[in-house]
């Protein structure tokens, strides 16, 4: 059975930091794009950030161009989201996700597999 479990959500306050984990077991994880989406109370939920199997290339939505680092570990079964700069507007819930299909993935249905979320919340 595949499992995501994500970790290192919190408050924070703006322009500060936080680095997100996302650790998965059940798959082969180095077969796997991966990818980091959120959801704000009442909104849909947004593409962030995603990386291909071999972490070789990396994609991200222009609102964290520059802000967000993806990363993965294929050693550890781990992909990471290290975001900077954070501003309250950043606040959401924080998913990884799992894609057979491929780098740069931006739409929730083309992932395979999701972890339960964390929560990040920037206050002003």
Known sequence: Q???VESGGGLVQAGGSLRLSCAASGLTFGSYAMGWFRQAPGKEREF?????WSAYSTYYADSVKGRF???RDNAKNTVYLQMNSLKPEDTAV???AASR???YRVRP???DYWGQGTQVTVSS
Not at 48 to 52: F, G, K, L, P, T
Request: net charge negative; with cysteine.
């Open 2 to 4: 595949v499992q995501m």
């Open 48 to 52: 962030v950030a995603a990386i291909n």
């Open 69 to 71: 680092t993806i990363s």
């Open 94 to 96: 924080y998913s990884c």
């Open 101 to 103: 299909l491929g780098p």
């Open 109 to 111: 249905d083309e992932y």
